[in-house]
C-alpha cells in the first residue's frame, strides 16, 4: 500500500453524505404555512400626535415543535467522526510518506498551547510513546501542522479545530451530542395599510435542527464549515503525493 489521500477523501464524501442526511430531516421538520396563525395587532396601525403612522405588527402562533428525532444526534456525530478521522488518516500517511514505513500511534493534533504541540511532535520519545502524534512526519509538514492549531489564530476562522475537537471528544467518548429543532425565523409585517378598509400582510417562519446547548447554534451551516476547513487542509498537502 502506498500512502495517498484516498481513504481520507472517502471519509470526507462520507461525512458529506451525514450532512446532506440532516438537510433532509430539516426539510421533513419544515412549517407547514397552513399550521400558522397571523392575528392581527388590536391596533394595526396607529396614527402618531405628529401624523406619522405606526404600524404594529401581527401576533405569529407556530405549530408546536416536532419531536426531537434521535437519527439527528446519531448523524451529527457520524459526521464529526468521519471528519476527525479524515485529519487522522493525513498524518498517517504523510509519516508513512516522510518516513517511508507505516507509524504507530499517530494523530492529528489539536493542541491549545504550542507546548502542548511541541510534545506531540516529539520525535526523542521512545518509538511506542503514544504522546508523539508526529512520530515519523518530516521537519516542513510538522511546521505546516502547527501552523494550523488554534493558538495560532492564523487565517478566517482559527478555530475551527478546536470547534471539531469539541464537538467530537463528547460524542466519541462519553454521550450523544444534543439537538433540537427550533424556529430560525419568526416575522410577520405590514406590506400595506388603508384604514379602514384593512390591510395585507406576510410573514416567514422556517425551523431548523440546533445544538441543545445555550447558544443553540444551527448545527449545518457549522458541519459545512468544518468541511470545507477539513477539505482545505487535505489540499495544502496533496501535492506532496
Known amino acids: 500500500m502506498q500512502p495517498s489521500l484516498n481513504d481520507a477523501d472517502l471519509r470526507i464524501k462520507r461525512a458529506r453524505q451525514h450532512i446532506n442526511s440532516l438537510r433532509r430531516y430539516q426539510r421533513q421538520i419544515a412549517i407547514n404555512p397552513d399550521e400558522v396563525i397571523i392575528e392581527p395587532h388590536p391596533n394595526p396601525v396607529e396614527i402618531l400626535p405628529n401624523g406619522k403612522r405606526r404600524f404594529h405588527s401581527p401576533k405569529v402562533t407556530l405549530p408546536p415543535e416536532p419531536p426531537v428525532n434521535p437519527q439527528w444526534a446519531i448523524r451529527l456525530g457520524e459526521a464529526i467522526f468521519n471528519l476527525r478521522a479524515a485529519l487522522d488518516y493525513l498524518i498517517y500517511s504523510l509519516a508513512y510518506l516522510d518516513s517511508t514505513e507505516p507509524q504507530n500511534f499517530t494523530q492529528f493534533p489539536i493542541c491549545s498551547t504550542p507546548e502542548a504541540f511541541d510534545q506531540a511532535a516529539n520525535q526523542n520519545l521512545k518509538p511506542n510513546d503514544p504522546r508523539c502524534l508526529l512520530r515519523g512526519v518530516s521537519s516542513p509538514h510538522i511546521a505546516a501542522i502547527k501552523a494550523l492549531q488554534p493558538n495560532n489564530n492564523r487565517g ?86
Open 156 to 241: 478566517l476562522d482559527p478555530h475551527w479545530l478546536a470547534q471539531l475537537k469539541g464537538l467530537s471528544n463528547p460524542d466519541k467518548h462519553r454521550h450523544l451530542t444534543i439537538v433540537q429543532s427550533k424556529p430560525f425565523e419568526v416575522r410577520a409585517w405590514i406590506i400595506s395599510a388603508t384604514p379602514p378598509s384593512g390591510m395585507d400582510m406576510q410573514y416567514t417562519a422556517t425551523r431548523e435542527i440546533r445544538f441543545g446547548d445555550a447558544d443553540q447554534f444551527p448545527i449545518i451551516p457549522i458541519l459545512d464549515s468544518l468541511s470545507s476547513h477539513v477539505v482545505e487542509t487535505l489540499d495544502i498537502f496533496r501535492p506532496d503525493f
